[in-house]
Each structure stands twice: as structure tokens, then as C-alpha cells.
């Protein structure tokens, strides 16, 4: 057996089967390029679903780490640190928000948007004890909690988790008529992902995103945008919000904002939202760690500067022109997207998306599929605009 059949053997044997990656096995990565176990070298055009915006090994970011890793990595909230008011601070400052909960993982910041959500539906808005409704879109994935499985419409991600928890009224994504219709005087929250990423990078209709917020407004309803994976310079803005110039009453960070180096997550919002918690009320011993923070105020600073927005504005562009050749040609049949991201609908002539994600990585470029015929294209935003091309040359040979 070669080292790659004898790791994934193992894995196999001894890991649960809850996820069927492509048959690679890396050992090392730097910038857009991972290298396997055997020497082969790959372009990574996927970037760990936006984790690794910023790339393999960031040296700002690794500097960081290792500078915070030689002096404390953990006091749980029990204490303060000095990485903290400064990272609350400067990720509020970046998001025009007065207040930040930190987290851990994405799904993390969606169970504590729910909570906020209900606890201010409570103690503000006055929604009698119990009766707390969330709207949400059909086709999200906001992450795989119980709760969140509940107002899941994927059945994989759903099916044999019963009993699901109550609470939430599911919409088509992008009908503004349905969700006005289905915002009631328990409403307190509407929580969507501005751009849908493993829905297949599903991109609302022009003015849905201002039609959301207007509704909300009206309806004295909390907002809340998962910008976990959309967000942080992925769509060429710092949120994908912004396209429409909308701003939410929170946002959900996660993903990019630890850089690639460790799972940091956020729910930002004004003192009016997230001042609802008191002492005790809800917590996790990692949120807020010094060494989360110490990376995700670099992230922050790396994305003050307005470079990487402004690469994937300018990749983007190049990336759906490309792209969007592909789909004259009659071998794509639809593209969507925005900045650095693409959903890719391949023709079921030319296979399902598993197997153009495989014959990809046998010319040496990694994408993922997702339901069924579609493709992900989220390479990291500090590629070449040469690298880029490459990886679509390889796409376009196996396209024939």
C-alpha cells in the first residue's frame, strides 16, 4: 500500500464515517498549495469553506501565534487576560458594533445568535415566556447542534436527530412575500446567511437583503446575519451584507476569523442586543482564549487595511468572467457567486460534482462538491492571479 492508501486505511478503521473526503492526505501547506504525503503538490481552490482566507501558514498570523503561545494560551473567562478588551474592542470597532461575545466554532455563535435571540425577545421585546419564533431560509446550513439540525430542510443533515427542537418557521431563501408573511407578533428574530455557501453559493435577489432589513425594522425583529462564511473579505467586502449596503442588527463571524490557526467565532451586536446577558447565563471555557485572540486581532488588522477585499474584488471579477465562458459553452450550466467564491453547476453529461472534484484533484486542484451536480470554487484570497488560472485550465481539460 502507498502511504496515502495505508493513512486513509487506518482513518477508515478507526474514525467515524461522517464525512467522505476526496482521497488525498496532506502534510504540509503554504499560501494557496498543499502538499500530500506522497510529494504531490495541489492548489487549493476551496480554502477550508473560507477558514483559510488569508492562506496556508500566514506568517502574520503564525508569528502571532507563536509569540502568544510562549506567554499564556488559556484562563478560561474565570479571569481576565490582556489579549481581550483589545480584540472585543477592534472586532467591534470593525463591524460598527458596540459589543462582542466570543466563541469558538461557527455553529457556536448560531446556537448563542438563538439564545440572544429568544433572551432579547423576552426581557425586551416583551414576547410572552415560551412562545420565542425565529425565521429562518430553507437550504441554509447554519452548522449540525440539534437545534440547528431542527431547522434544517438538507436530510442528511437532518434525518434520525428527532426530537428536533421547536421554535422556528422556515421561508424560501430570497421570497421577500414569504417572510413578511410569516414574521408574527413572536417573531424576534429572522437569522439568513446573506450569500448561502453550501447551498451551492446561493446569491439572494437585488434588494432582498434592504427588503429584510426594512421588514425587520418595521416589525421590531432582530436581524441576524451568519456572515461565517461569506463574511471577512470572501465576497471583495469585509461582510457580503454590504453589496446592498445593509447592516444587521448582529452579525455571526467565525471561519476566517482565526485565521486558518484556530477556531475563534463571534456574535457582535449593540450594548441593546447583547446586553441581555448577565453573569452565568451562558459561556464556553475556550471563548475568548488569549491565544484565539491574539490571532483574530491580526485577522482584524490584516483586514483594516482594505487589501484582501479588494483582491477578491479584483480575482473575483477575473474568476466569474472565466467562469462564466465555461457556461456559453454548454459544459457549465449555471454560475453564481460573488468576489473570490463560485457555486459551479456542472452538465450531468460531463459527471456529478464528486467526480469532477475527483478527476480535479488528479490534475492537481482541490474543490468540493455539494448536492449533487455543483462544485465550490473559494480559493484563498491571497492567490495568484497565475495559480487562478491555472486551477481553471485544469477545470476546463477536465470539462474537455
Not at 85 to 111: H, I, S, Y
Not at 143 to 164: H, L
Not at 199 to 209: F, I, R, S
Request: some cysteine; aromatic content about 6%; charged content about 25%.
Amino acid at each position: 500500500m502507498t502511504a496515502t492508501e495505508d493513512l486513509i486505511a487506518s482513518a477508515e478503521a478507526h474514525s467515524a464515517h461522517n464525512y467522505h473526503p476526496l482521497p488525498v492526505v496532506v502534510a504540509s501547506a503554504e499560501g494557496a498549495w498543499m502538499t500530500d504525503v506522497e510529494g504531490r503538490r495541489y492548489l487549493d481552490m476551496l480554502a477550508g469553506y473560507s477558514a483559510l482566507n488569508f492562506g496556508h501558514g500566514n506568517e502574520r498570523l503564525i508569528e502571532a501565534a507563536k509569540e502568544q503561545l510562549g506567554r499564556v494560551t488559556l484562563t478560561s473567562r474565570a479571569f481576565h487576560h490582556d489579549r481581550f478588551a483589545e480584540f472585543c474592542a477592534r472586532l467591534a470597532r470593525l463591524c460598527g458594533k458596540e459589543m462582542v461575545l466570543p466563541m469558538n466554532t461557527g455553529a457556536e455563535a448560531v446556537e448563542t445568535a438563538v439564545k440572544t435571540a429568544r433572551k432579547w425577545g423576552y426581557r425586551v421585546k416583551g414576547v410572552p415566556e415560551g412562545r420565542a419564533r425565529i425565521v429562518v431560509a430553507a437550504n441554509n446550513f447554519h452548522g449540525r447542534t440539534t437545534t440547528i439540525v431542527s431547522f434544517s430542510t438538507d436530510p442528511e443533515a437532518r434525518a434520525d436527530y428527532g426530537p428536533y427542537t421547536p421554535g422556528f418557521d422556515i421561508v424560501p431563501f430570497g421570497d421577500l412575500g414569504a417572510l413578511r408573511d410569516a414574521v408574527t407578533e413572536d417573531t424576534v428574530a429572522v437569522l439568513i446567511e446573506p450569500v448561502q455557501g453550501e447551498a451551492g453559493v446561493l446569491v439572494p435577489p437585488p434588494g432582498y437583503l434592504p427588503g429584510v432589513r426594512e421588514l425587520t425594522r418595521e416589525r421590531g425583529v432582530l436581524f441576524v446575519a451568519d456572515e461565517i462564511q461569506s463574511g471577512l473579505g470572501r465576497t471583495g467586502r469585509t461582510f457580503a451584507c454590504e453589496h446592498e449596503d445593509v447592516v444587521p442588527d448582529v452579525y455571526l463571524l467565525g471561519k476566517a476569523l482565526g485565521g486558518g490557526v484556530v477556531p475563534v467565532s463571534a456574535v457582535v451586536a449593540d450594548a441593546d442586543v447583547l446586553g441581555v446577558f448577565r453573569p452565568g447565563e451562558h459561556g464556553s471555557t475556550f471563548g475568548g482564549n488569549p491565544l484565539a485572540c491574539a490571532v483574530a486581532l491580526e485577522v482584524v488588522a490584516m483586514l483594516e487595511t482594505g487589501e484582501f477585499q479588494q483582491r477578491a474584488t479584483e480575482l473575483g471579477e477575473h474568476l466569474h468572467a472565466e467562469l462564466g465562458l465555461l457556461a456559453g459553452s454548454g459544459k457549465v450550466v449555471e454560475v453564481r457567486g460573488r468576489g473570490l467564491w463560485a457555486g459551479v453547476d456542472i452538465d450531468p453529461s460531463h459527471g456529478t460534482g464528486r467526480e469532477i472534484s475527483e478527476k480535479l484533484m488528479e490534475r492537481g486542484v482541490l474543490v468540493k462538491d455539494t448536492h449533487g451536480s455543483t462544485i465550490r470554487i473559494a480559493p484563498p484570497l491571497v492567490i495568484s492571479k497565475e495559480d487562478l488560472d491555472w486551477g481553471l485550465d485544469q477545470l476546463r481539460a477536465v470539462l474537455g
